[in-house]
């Protein structure tokens, strides 16, 4: 299948996707999509970007281990993370 559409950029680099590729790509508002630059041009399409857990197993461990010695407790990941940081 070949499409071909023309779309103009703006000045601040923005591109209008044209309505029959967003249909065709399934594409709504705040889609995300990445570029590819290849030898033959630009490739776009869809991406799905996931959350990263935030700390890794032994962190969590780690974390526990201190709030059960320590008794601290963290409102926020944040604050948690700053003082796992400083140890």
Request: proline residues 3%; aromatic residues 6%.
């Amino acid at each position: 299948m070949e499409i071909i559409e023309i779309a103009k950029m703006t000045s601040k680099g923005q591109v209008t996707v044209p309505a029959p590729i967003r249909e065709i790509l399934n594409l709504k508002k705040g889609s995300s999509v990445v570029f590819k630059l290849t030898e033959k041009g630009v490739v776009f399409m869809p991406c799905e970007i996931r959350q990263r857990e935030t700390y890794t197993q032994e962190e969590w461990v780690k974390i526990e281990r201190l709030v059960a010695e320590r008794g601290k407790s963290y409102k926020t990941i944040k604050r948690a993370k700053k003082h796992v940081d400083s140890l």
